[in-house]
């Protein structure tokens, strides 16, 4: 007998099993699933989805107090994310009942009952495990001392801040290496604490890496101020004599860790507790024993997927084999015969940082496997290849430092191998020729997204057939590249080689894209639309090019009014009157309020202002004050009030830099650690004005607690101890995103050079109307060649990018006060050209909760309401 195979028992056969629904009966209609993690959501994700004949009525029995959450992400939330960021979508209430807080306490298989914590009796069916795992906390003295924790849910997050928050010694332990380990590691770092993981295996991250892949890491990882010690273990906790609280840790070679603060992340176990207590059959090491078919091989009416599941002998500790479980689950329970297709163990992923990718057979366990090693400690990278004794076919592989090539190696697992091992590991072969080749070579039965389970004929048929011709599309369509993204090139890639090409013209009127324009426009000097259009496009231009060559002519010389001479007819509505135009014809004014400051005077300036033209009033989500409501006749006006006392614009109304909002930093918070308003001040007057592409929003949060939400905006800052971590590519909107990480700790200088050059990196090559999200998105090489550029001026355009941002800020001038200086562009502030001054008619308001609201007249009661409230 193989002991690392429990026997199974005698069951009936498949055949005999009790019906289920859409098989014969027609009142088996009840699901339980236990458990509200990530794959216990996909599960039900995916049933309510395939079941439209609404065969199932589904609970769902979840022990946390919240709905269930990307714990993949975890370490985002010690990056600014909260927990909404993380949340997964919600399922529709009308379908599932999701009993938040109320975890199952045992099973009763007899009469199919799941009893929970509140009394409950929930009858069932068929029921799921998905109660995955806990984390290991070894065996040692002092390990549940005060200061223990451990690394798995949100509330674990909650007490880790908590504890770094109240440490006297500043310094922190973590026990293990592995994957959780380094993760809350660089999240004990993030938190301001002198880190250091301590694993018993040679080398961090065993599971994945071999000795030669995770040395560099190691060396990489202390560089960025985290000491490793591996090759020992933990001996035990030392306690405070009076406290009992955590003061340190032994290892098992005799060195002493002081520290007040202990992280365990040294694996997790299967919660398998209440199959064990039931009587299903569990795994040597645990978890629920399940056929193929993740059914459970002691009752055909329970199924077990993700952490608790023991398939062939084996616990699965990743997000994607739960996944396709739970897709697996799902078929079966409408009456398929889906079959669980094996684990894809591979994984790609930063660890502090660092780029670190396995596949395959990374340890070389195949009979008579080859392994080839591009091993360069200069570049920091390691890269193993192994493959099968012909070196004809691809078995598996390492990456560390780059991991550019994972996106089409780990497809290739199992395949020919396109071109010689040691060429596919050298960095710039053929100029991506590698790239492409892999691409072509792919079987259609190739997995192109392991997250969802994607294959390269799925994506094939997507882009042939169905008309997906960009990579939004194949993500709607397929949901490819929408898990954790690592194979977003190879989608790019496919397109290309399915020889889709996607035109870059600007418009009808210019061949050329927006960036292109930006250049030929810096290259020679060209300082108006008709001579641009005349030289390098056709025709007179239409209202796509107009604002977008405007745009581009203003980010080149902030010195020139945007309404001076032919530029003044290139604006769009809003830009043409320095307002953003209201359904009813009105304007709004929006003054800037840098960093969210304001003094009383200039509040009462506003309010008197306001009350003087009857103007509705409001707090807006960048901590400015909106006065909605003027005519434009009106508009010189209040401009005119307005900067006597000291107002400039918003800029509300552009494709610009609007607002840099802010917390109240360490000026006035207990748990601020950097002055978040003195320095949003100071950048938004920096950026004033600045056109772009499209709107451009900050914040400064002046701790990781994240007040201003940061990382939210097109760029964020966060305050750390020892300086700022800079975020890069967020936004709201239809489509929210969270801004990225693109560099720690900057001091103020390199903080202000680096957004700098973003800024005008961004402005220089984005299409028009798109948003920093976006182009992050779509740029070539993504957030490490942005890095590249900014940081480490890869490019050579540095100075440049420098020199543009001085030019800007030296050129300013408020438009608002331009306006008024000027008879010429006062003229453009009236609704009649022939009757100056005359008000608009059509314009009229109401009064609700004591404010002036516009009337749209020809709707239903607008007449009524426009006598009654008029003005």
């Avoid at 009979?367 to 200069?378: I, K, Y």
């Avoid at 078995?395 to 991991?403: E, F, N, P, S």
């Avoid at 309010?607 to 010189?636: C, H, N, S, W």
């Amino acid at each position: 007998m193989n002991p690392t195979r429990p026997t199974r028992p005698t069951r009936p056969p498949e055949d005999s099993s009790p019906p289920l629904p859409g098989t014969g009966t027609a009142d088996a209609r009840r699901l339980v699933v236990v458990g509200h993690g990530m794959v216990g959501h996909r599960l039900v994700e995916a049933l309510d989805s395939r079941d439209t004949e609404h065969r199932w009525e589904i609970t769902v029995l979840a022990e946390e107090h919240r709905p269930a959450y990307d714990r993949v992400a975890l370490s985002s939330c010690f990056e600014g994310a909260d927990e909404s960021a993380l949340r997964l979508p919600a399922h529709d209430p009308g379908r599932v009942g999701l009993r938040l807080g109320d975890p199952a306490t045992a099973l009763d298989r007899a009469a199919r009952t799941v009893h929970t914590a509140s009394g409950a009796r929930v009858p069932y069916d068929a029921l799921v495990l998905a109660t995955g795992s806990r984390p290991f906390v070894p065996p040692i003295p002092g390990a549940a001392a005060p200061g223990c924790l451990v690394y798995r849910t949100l509330a674990d997050i909650d007490d880790i801040r908590a504890a770094a928050a109240g440490s006297h010694t500043g310094r922190a332990v973590v026990v293990g290496g592995g994957l959780l380990g380094l993760e809350a590691a660089n999240a004990l770092r993030l938190l301001g604490l002198a880190t250091r993981v301590v694993e018993r295996a040679p080398h961090l991250m065993a599971v994945q890496l071999d000795q030669g892949g995770g040395a560099l890491l190691g060396r990489m990882v202390g560089e960025l101020g985290v000491r490793v010690h591996t090759g020992t273990g933990t001996r035990g906790v030392a306690t405070h004599p009076r406290t009992g609280a955590a003061a340190g840790v032994e290892l098992t070679d005799g060195t002493f860790l002081e520290t007040d603060l202990v992280v365990f992340a040294a694996g997790v176990r299967p919660r398998d507790e209440l199959a064990r207590d039931a009587g299903l059959q569990v795994g040597e090491r645990g978890g629920v024993v399940v056929d193929a078919g993740c059914r459970s091989v002691t009752d055909p009416r329970v199924w077990a997927v993700g952490e608790v599941a023991c398939v062939e002998g084996r616990t699965l500790g990743l997000v994607a084999p739960g996944y396709a479980m739970a897709e697996t689950v799902a078929d079966r329970l409408l009456g398929g015969a889906a079959a669980f297709p094996g684990a894809d163990t591979a994984t790609r992923l930063k660890l502090l940082g660092v780029g670190v990718a396995s596949f395959g057979d990374a340890h070389a366990t195949t009979p008579g496997a080859l392994e080839v090693v591009l091993n360069d400690p200069v570049a920091a990278t390691y890269g193993k290849l192994v493959v099968s004794d012909d070196a004809r076919t691809l078995l598996g592989g390492i990456l560390v430092g780059d991991t550019s090539g994972y996106p089409l190696l780990r497809p290739l697992v199992g395949s020919p191998l396109p071109a010689d091992p040691s060429a596919l590991l050298a960095p710039g072969t053929e100029d991506g020729a590698q790239t492409r080749a892999g691409v072509a070579a792919l079987p259609d039965s190739a997995q192109i997204c392991s997250c969802h389970a994607v294959t390269k004929g799925t994506l094939t048929a997507a882009v042939t057939g169905q008309g997906c011709t960009d990579v939004p599309a194949l993500k709607s369509r397929t949901r490819a590249g929408t898990g954790c993204g690592s194979c977003v090139p190879a989608l790019e890639e496919l397109l290309e080689a399915a020889g889709v090409e996607q035109s870059t013209a600007l418009c009808e009127h210019f061949d050329h894209s927006r960036a292109e324009l930006f250049e030929i426009v810096a290259a020679t000097g060209i300082s108006t639309f008709s001579r641009l259009v005349a030289e390098h496009g056709r025709g007179r231009g239409c209202d796509v090019c107009k604002p977008a060559v405007a745009a581009i002519l203003a980010s080149r010389d902030s010195g020139t009014h945007i309404l001076d001479g032919e530029r003044g007819g290139l604006q769009d509505t809003n830009d043409r009157h320095l307002a953003n135009m209201q359904r009813n014809g009105t304007y709004s004014v929006v003054p800037r309020v840098p960093g969210g400051e304001i003094t009383p005077a200039r509040l009462i300036v506003l309010g008197e202002v306001a009350r003087d033209f009857g103007l509705y009033t409001k707090i807006t989500g960048g901590q400015r004050i909106d006065l909605l409501g003027a005519r434009l006749e009106e508009l010189p006006a209040i401009w005119r009030r307005l900067t006597e006392a000291g107002f400039e614009s918003g800029h509300a109304y552009g494709k610009a830099v609007r607002t840099v909002k802010s917390c109240v930093g360490s000026t006035w918070c207990r748990y601020g650690v950097q002055d978040s308003v003195g320095l949003a001040v100071e950048l938004e007057l920096r950026y004033r004005g600045l056109r772009a592409p499209h709107k451009l929003k900050a914040g400064v949060s002046g701790c990781a607690r994240e007040c201003a939400e940061a990382r939210s905006k097109d760029f964020g800052i966060i305050a750390t101890e020892q300086g700022w971590n800079l975020y890069v590519g967020g936004n709201g909107g239809f489509t929210p995103r969270h801004a990225e990480l693109l560099a720690t700790d900057l001091d103020h200088d390199t903080l202000v050079r680096t957004i700098d050059r973003f800024l005008m990196f961004y402005i220089r090559t984005a299409d028009r109307l798109q948003r920093t999200a976006a182009w992050l998105e779509t740029l070539e090489g993504g957030l490490d060649h942005l890095r590249a550029v900014v940081l480490d001026d890869a490019l050579g355009i540095g100075a440049d990018l420098d020199a543009a941002m001085a030019r800007h800020v030296a050129d300013y001038r408020d438009e608002w006060r331009g306006v008024l200086e000027d008879p010429a562009k006062l003229a453009r502030f009236t609704s009649f050209v022939n009757a100056p001054g005359t008000p608009d008619p059509a314009i009229s308001f109401a009064v609700e909760r004591d404010q002036p609201v516009p009337v749209h007249l020809g709707l239903p009661a607008a007449r009524a309401a426009a006598e009654a409230g008029s003005r």
